[in-house]
């Protein structure tokens, strides 16, 4: 309860929280996770363009399934794509070491976004 709250203060406040129907998609299909490192609405176009290109590139995301014709394809923006690359990248290698910093363009949030996307919408 109190984390649905202190998502809907964010969100009604428009104070860059991000949850995309794309990160639902990858919340779905890994759903054992407690946290996830998402794009950070408030970072310049550059820079997670830039941090997508090295996590789905010699980062080693798989971002199959935000391709032309997959089925997380959409929404198709910047930010919905850096997510999903972002966090299926912090997912699989956190127990390696790796973090979600991507160049100061992720943050990680412990708000399940295949439990909250719908909120986007009421707000």
């Not at 971002?63 to 198709?76: A, V, W």
């Not at 910047?78 to 997510?83: C, F, N, P, R, Y």
Request: hydrophobic content about 35%; charged content about 25%; some cysteine.
């Amino acid at each position: 309860v109190d984390k649905t709250l202190k998502l809907l203060q964010l969100l009604h406040k428009n104070e860059g929280v991000h949850v995309s129907k794309t990160l639902a998609c990858s919340a779905l299909s890994n759903g054992q996770f407690e946290e996830w490192c998402i794009a950070d609405e408030q970072t310049p176009d550059e820079v997670p363009q830039k941090a997508l290109d090295w996590a789905c590139g010699m980062g080693g995301a798989d971002c199959t399934k935000i391709q032309r014709k997959k089925p997380c394809y959409y929404p198709n923006t910047l930010k919905d794509h850096a997510s999903y690359a972002f966090n299926n990248y912090y997912q699989k290698f956190k127990k390696r070491g790796a973090t979600c910093y991507f160049s100061a363009a992720a943050i990680i949030t412990d708000l399940d976004p295949s439990k909250f996307h719908h909120l986007i919408h009421m707000v």
